[in-house]
């Protein structure tokens, strides 16, 4: 069975309004399964502290056993490449990696939102931005700024299953006429090198060996973990979060994936999670449709 793009797309939309539909049905004593995923991690901060430091324990292990560079080039050019994918902002001293659809855009409208109010302030109001400039993106600061920026601002990873990142890359039109089946083909030929932001894995485009990240955000969790970035960044004050509507989207993608999956053939299957082994291997991912433990990373 074949899905098209517009088919896809146009389940998705009727699901999301169904979903939005049911949560305004209900009272705020009957939460369903998806609020209550989140609200119980929201009370948790010790929860989610204790995630944190599992994933940064996995991607430790993960750089010690395959990383072959985990310090920022001394060249400004080859620096400049590590971080090309990190924006910066001075108001807020954050960093983080801006890859689509990975949750990166509600952040980026959270952040507008911090900027605009005027109580926000910093645990430590130091104004060391002016003397490292006002650029937006890491790559255009010089190396002694570069270096400087990374040791002392927060810096933030966002991550999401590498199937959902193809899915998503699929339905929003990035493989005009074809089959879900012919742009895995077409992604499988081209190879990682020359993949698209939207599906090159995410070791290479945010190199997390060589910028040490504070945290690991995963897509589908983003209202709890934001929530507790913030807090313990000290930048949430007394400002509500918006609502993130990423879990919602996991929600849906999850019923969609096993369909698209099943169109796949086997060598495709095993190609794909061969594709995103870097991934698979720094972050987990263990409900992945993909991950099969016969595609493992070797030591380089
Ligand atoms: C924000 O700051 C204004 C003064 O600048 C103050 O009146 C107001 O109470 C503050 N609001 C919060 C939520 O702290
Ligand atoms: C780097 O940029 C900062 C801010 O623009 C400047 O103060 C500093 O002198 C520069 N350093 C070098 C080595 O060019």
Redesign the pocket.
């Known amino acids: 069975m074949h899905f098209s793009r517009l088919f896809l797309a146009s389940l998705v939309f009727v699901s999301l309004l169904w979903i939005s539909h049911l949560l305004r049905k209900r009272s705020p004593q009957s939460q369903d399964d998806l609020t209550v995923e989140k609200e119980d991690l929201s009370v948790t901060f010790d929860t989610l502290l204790h995630i944190q430091h599992l994933r940064k324990k996995k991607l430790r292990s993960f750089c010690g056993q395959t990383a072959k560079i985990t310090e920022l080039p001394h060249n400004k050019q080859e620096a400049s490449q590590v971080v090309s994918s990190i924006m910066v902002n001075n108001k807020l001293q954050l960093l983080y990696c801006k890859i689509p659809a990975t949750g990166v855009e509600g952040w980026e409208q959270l952040l507008e939102m911090l900027e605009e109010k005027e109580n926000v302030t910093l645990q430590l109001p130091v104004p060391i931005h002016q003397?490292?400039?006002t650029q937006m993106m890491l790559s255009q600061?010089?190396?002694?700024?570069m270096e400087a920026l990374l040791k002392s601002y927060t810096k933030v990873i966002f991550i999401r299953e590498p199937f959902h990142r193809l899915i998503s890359a699929y339905m929003h039109g990035l493989a005009d006429d074809l089959t879900f089946k012919e742009f895995v083909q077409y992604i499988l030929y081209q190879g990682s090198s020359k993949a698209s932001i939207e599906w090159k894995p995410l070791v290479s485009l945010c190199r997390p060996c060589i910028i040490r990240y504070d945290y690991i955000i995963m897509f589908g969790f983003l209202g709890s973990e934001v929530h507790h970035l913030m807090q313990r960044a000290g930048l949430l004050g007394n400002n509500q979060l918006p609502e993130f509507i990423d879990s919602k989207i996991r929600w849906t993608y999850g019923w969609l994936e096993e369909q698209m999956f099943s169109e796949l053939s086997l060598a495709q299957k095993k190609q794909l999670c061969h594709f995103f082994r870097f991934d698979f291997a720094a972050f987990h991912f263990p409900n992945s449709l993909l991950w099969d433990p016969t595609c493992i990373v070797r030591s380089t």
């Open positions: 003397q490292f400039g600061y010089n190396l002694t700024s």
